[in-house]
């Protein structure tokens, strides 16, 4: 359920650069992946308990602006925009860590920037993401001005980039500027000098940075070692969503022991394989639940489709997993 939300309509004056400051909190978390736009998300939640998201985002012309924070671990799957560039930063500690592909996010980190590969995240408990989407057009155009012209054609392929801190400290200051004025005071970028300073000034410091850490010899890839095995397993665990699957079955398709397995779950999850596949298949109970018809289907019979035979168990671990019982999901 989408709770209420607070808007800041764009300012009256034409002169001023178009700008509009949406704030949002959000309980349910379809309805937040649906609202991270332009990517086009789908989340699983993947820590117990009751969810709350917010969503803030400041639009300007050929600039958007997003910043997203969650009291649960989750895991995001989906599509870019064809149209824009999108990079992002993380907010995290390393209790809450943010994963891209397979990737730990540092703090001077920039990622997510190839609009031909797809979201492919896990974000800790209260992480936040910072997300500026520039209109390609717009990225180029400047980025040739500025003489880093075919810089979309280099690192911008590679979706991450590790730049020295001296070099990335303005820019994420910058970020941290914009998430603070739209948390605070949202109204002060309806002002036509503080939105000019944030589209005129920001994006040519952003391509600043992404040039000069394309000068530079970029740190090798440090994708967890582990990853395309998880993801090998991630497959074959959306082979079974309405069916229990064994820790032997699923060892036997990976040709890997049980040990291997549970220790690279835990590595990228923080969770053994069955208590994920318990999850995925909670996950998809809910939204079964939320788009059921109770005249045709019961709560019972979707439980059971989903692998739930102890209808007592599953309710308990529905509870617990997302602080509401399955009847209570029906009804919203």
């Known amino acids: 359920m989408l709770k209420p939300t607070e808007e800041v309509a764009p300012h009256s004056d034409t002169s001023v650069l178009n700008c509009r400051v949406i704030t949002r909190q959000f309980d349910d978390i379809d309805a937040f992946a649906q609202g991270i736009k332009p990517l086009i998300l789908t989340a699983d939640q993947l820590t117990p308990g009751g969810f ?7 639009q300007f012309s050929g600039l958007q602006f997003t910043y997203v924070r969650q009291n649960q671990t989750l895991q995001a799957k989906g599509e870019k925009s064809q149209e824009d560039f999108s990079f992002g930063i993380a907010f995290s500690t390393d209790s809450t860590p943010v994963l891209a592909h397979g990737r730990l996010i540092k703090k001077s980190d920039l990622f997510g920037f190839d609009p031909t590969r797809e979201v492919d995240m896990i974000v800790g408990k209260d992480a936040g993401i910072a997300i500026a989407n520039v209109n390609q057009q717009v990225f180029r155009s400047l980025a040739a001005q500025m003489g880093y012209e075919g810089l979309d054609q280099g690192l ?9 801190h001296a070099n990335f400290r303005q820019l994420r200051a910058y970020y941290e500027q914009f998430i603070e004025i739209m948390r605070t005071n949202p109204s002060l970028l309806m002002r036509s000098q503080m939105s000019s300073l944030m589209v005129e000034d920001f994006v040519p410091l952003l391509i600043n940075t992404m040039g000069a850490i394309a000068g530079k010899k970029q740190v090798k890839s440090k994708t967890l070692c ?6 090998k397993a991630q497959e074959i665990v959306s082979s079974y969503p309405d069916r229990p699957l064994t820790l ?5 398709e990976l040709g890997t022991s049980s040990s291997n397995i549970s220790s690279r779950f835990q590595d ?6 069955m208590a994920y596949l318990k999850i995925q298949r909670l996950n998809g109970v809910r939204r079964a639940l939320k788009n059921h018809d109770p005249q045709t289907t019961t709560v019972t019979e979707l439980a059971e489709h989903w692998g739930f035979w102890s209808m007592g168990h599953f309710s308990r671990d529905y509870k617990k997993m997302f602080g509401e019982s399955p009847s209570e999901t029906a009804v919203n």
């Open 52 to 58: 709350q998201g917010t969503l803030n985002i400041a």
């Open 156 to 164: 911008l392929k590679q979706n991450f980039a590790h730049a020295h």
């Open 226 to 231: 582990c990853y395309s095995l998880i993801k």
């Open 248 to 252: 032997k079955q699923l060892c036997d």
């Open 268 to 273: 990228v999850f923080g969770l053994s394989p």
